[in-house]
């Protein structure tokens, strides 16, 4: 790999969490290979384009790394509704495309969180979704879901890394319209179901925040792993360990 770049923020008011302030560690790095881009998500970074990040916040540690079992992985009854509900959507996967039609899907559906959430107007260029979402990478795949009832038409996106042993899901968005399918909860059980398929041992769901609802239902695909300490630099190793409560998948915190 790489490095191009690091920059650590300045402390800013947190996204999730009202009374926090949070920061992140960004490098921007090119030519990260598949073994590397595993090794960054075992060691709990993220990835958007070139642009890899981990919360490096001064006194919060509530973004929490947590990633799913496969091979042990059984839906909840909900978590099967939900795949019954997206049965009839054609779901093809293959390299991120940049094109009108998601660029539309994604403004109507950033649209669809500005009036339910109170979510700032955020404006998505062509370039600019090149380069978070379609930057050329190894790793880099798309899944886009279609429904051939309605002329083919694009109703939802997920994004998402693949490495040798992991999958690891990036981002996903679709058409409002459709909300009631929970097709996010589908995209993740695709998911799933593809790194089992395949023997990669682990699906990785980025940080989930226990205080943010957005976030929380990450801990809903059980049984899954959480990283016991913050997001790593890239020398340290990793020690993850399975939930230790079933309810909500919050682990038992060490010292």
């Known amino acids: 790999m790489r490095l ?31 073994d590397e881009m595993d090794s960054l998500l075992e060691k709990g970074w993220r990835r958007f384009g070139p642009i890899y990040f981990r919360p490096a916040c001064a006194s919060c540690t509530e973004c929490v790394s947590v990633r799913v079992l496969t091979a042990e992985f059984a839906p909840s009854k909900s978590q099967r509704r939900a795949s019954r509900a997206c049965s009839g959507l054609r779901r ?24 339910n959430r109170g979510w700032e107007p955020n404006a998505q260029t062509r370039e600019r979704y090149g380069l978070e979402f379609a930057f050329p990478h190894p790793c880099a795949r798309e899944a886009a879901f279609y429904d051939d009832s309605r002329d083919g038409r694009l109703v939802g996106v997920g ?9 690891s899901a990036a981002f996903f968005f679709h058409d409002p319209e459709y909300a009631r399918l929970s097709l996010g909860t589908a995209n993740v059980l695709s998911l799933v179901d593809d790194a089992k398929r395949d023997e990669r041992p682990f699906v990785y769901l980025g940080y989930r925040v226990e205080g943010c609802a957005s976030l929380r239902y990450k801990a809903a695909f059980k049984p899954h792993e959480l990283l016991r300490d913050r997001p790593l630099s890239l020398e340290d190793v990793a020690p993850w360990a399975r939930s230790g409560r079933t309810d909500l998948g919050i682990p038992e915190r060490t010292p």
């Open 4 to 34: 191009l770049e690091r920059i650590v923020e300045k402390p800013h008011p947190c996204p999730y969490l009202a009374d926090q302030r949070a920061s992140l560690e960004v490098r921007v790095m090119l030519d990260v290979t598949v």
């Open 92 to 115: 093809v996967v293959g390299a991120p495309r940049v094109d009108g039609e998601r660029l539309e899907l994604y403004a109507k559906w950033h649209a669809g969180r500005e009036d």
């Open 159 to 167: 994004l998402f890394d693949a490495t040798p042993r992991a999958l």
